[in-house]
């Protein structure tokens, strides 16, 4: 089960519950992964609905990776996400979410 006190979303990939989260390693991976502008730059996309499938893509890829998965891009175009792609979409959402929130003190 994902914790979502350490930033972890849970996902269900091809019937098996996965814990993503986007640790410092899988962000820099995230960044080379898009190529183009910054970790800001997606967030504001996904505040403002104008978020890629391929943002999506890579957000859980690197989720997966954060999370202790050894996966890769074309492992995950043939995975089945429970709820479709807009389960995804939420669930990478989340993933920024978590990963630049400031927690209380």
Same mark, same amino acid.
């Given at each position: 089960?994902?914790?979502?006190?350490?930033?972890?979303?849970?996902?269900? @990939?091809?019937?098996? $519950? *996965?814990?993503?989260?986007?640790?410092?390693?899988?962000?820099? &991976?995230? /960044?080379? /992964? %898009?190529?183009?502008?910054?970790?800001? &730059?997606?967030?504001?996309?996904? /505040?403002? #609905?104008?978020? !890629? !499938? !391929? =943002?999506?893509?890579? %957000? @859980?890829?690197?989720?997966? *990776? #954060?999370?202790?998965? =050894?996966?890769?891009?074309?492992?995950?175009?043939?995975?089945? @996400? &429970?709820? #479709? $792609? +807009? &389960?995804?979409?939420?669930?990478?959402?989340?993933?920024?979410?978590?990963?630049? +929130?400031? $927690?209380? *003190?």
């Amino acid at each position: 089960m994902a914790n979502p006190w350490t930033g972890e979303v849970a996902l269900t @990939i091809d019937g098996k $519950p *996965r814990a993503l989260k986007l640790t410092l390693g899988a962000l820099a &991976e995230l /960044e080379q /992964e %898009l190529g183009t502008g910054t970790l800001v &730059e997606l967030v504001q996309r996904f /505040e403002g #609905g104008a978020y !890629s !499938s !391929s =943002d999506v893509l890579a %957000l @859980i890829v690197a989720g997966l *990776r #954060g999370g202790g998965a =050894d996966v890769t891009r074309a492992n995950l175009m043939r995975a089945e @996400i &429970e709820g #479709g $792609p +807009m &389960e995804g979409a939420r669930a990478a959402a989340e993933l920024l979410a978590r990963a630049f +929130m400031v $927690p209380d *003190r």
